[in-house]
T-cell receptor, first 116, second 111 residues
Framework: DTEVTQTPKHLVMGMTNKKSLKCEQH?????MYWYKQKAKKPPELMFV???????INESVPSRFSPECPNSSLLNLHLHALQPEDSALYLC???????????????FGPGTRLTVT | AQSVAQPEDQVNVAEGNPLTVKCTYS??????LFWYVQYPNRGLQFLLKYITGDNLVKGSYGFEAEFNKSQTSFHLKKPSALVSDSALYFCAVRVAGKSTFGDGTTLTVKP
């Protein structure tokens, strides 16, 4: 199974709401990632989890809060978002994120987020 | 710091013709290079990678890429394009667990 699943597929939320995005993989990968992607643009890295520990935070605003409950699951908690946060949020996984052993990433289909 | 450039925003080819999508990179040390494809409203899908070894790398769906160290390039190629190859293509370089993506090239294959 080489699939990364993400729920929900679409999410509309107001600026005062709290919501969560979920990501799951069963490939035994030990690195998981959150990306933000605007239309026709490359993905922008937000967070990297390596062996369930946060290893990279690309100076993401605190209104985005990641969580890795176990090696298969990755959540992104959203609170008090702004309209400019509307985008496609992609989850990805890879065997590891270890330097010198750079494996390909497997991406989920994304959650299309609209902030009103 | 690493960087990737995809000099063409758009590539148009006729079905059955060969296609090339260009990528150049800048990285300290040995590069780990990847190509991904993205169809509308979907996530990125891995096509192929260069880590070490043969300069010609073969990947999914008949795609291949040629690594050229002297020109710091990693161009994506396919001998005969299909309409279904129409999509957004990203080149990426990966260092220390972080991927840096090019801006993407939209490939349109016309029947």
């Amino acid at each position: 199974d080489t699939e990364v699943t993400q729920t929900p597929k679409h999410l509309v939320m107001g600026m005062t709401n709290k919501k969560s995005l979920k990501c799951e993989q069963h490939m035994g990968h030990r690195a998981m990632y959150w990306y933000k992607q605007k239309a026709k643009k490359p993905p922008e890295l937000m967070f990297v989890y390596s062996y369930e520990k946060l290893s990279i935070n690309e100076s993401v605003p605190s209104r985005f809060s990641p969580e890795c409950p176990n090696s298969s699951l990755l959540n992104l908690h959203l609170h008090a978002l702004q309209p400019e946060d509307s985008a496609l949020y992609l989850c990805a996984s890879s065997q590891t994120a270890t330097s010198g052993r750079d494996y390909e990433q497997y991406f989920g289909p994304g959650t299309r987020l609209t902030v009103t | 710091a690493q960087s990737v450039a995809q000099p063409e925003d758009q590539v148009n080819v006729a079905e059955g013709n060969p296609l090339t999508v260009k990528c150049t990179y800048s990285v300290s040390g040995n590069p780990y290079l990847f190509w991904y494809v993205q169809y509308p409203n979907r996530g990125l899908q891995f096509l192929l990678k260069y880590i070490t070894g043969d300069n010609l790398v073969k990947g999914s769906y008949g795609f291949e890429a040629e690594f050229n160290k002297s020109q710091t390039s990693f161009h994506l190629k396919k001998p005969s394009a299909l309409v279904s190859d129409s999509a957004l293509y990203f080149c990426a370089v990966r260092v220390a667990g972080k991927s840096t993506f090019g801006d993407g090239t939209t490939l349109t294959v016309k029947p």
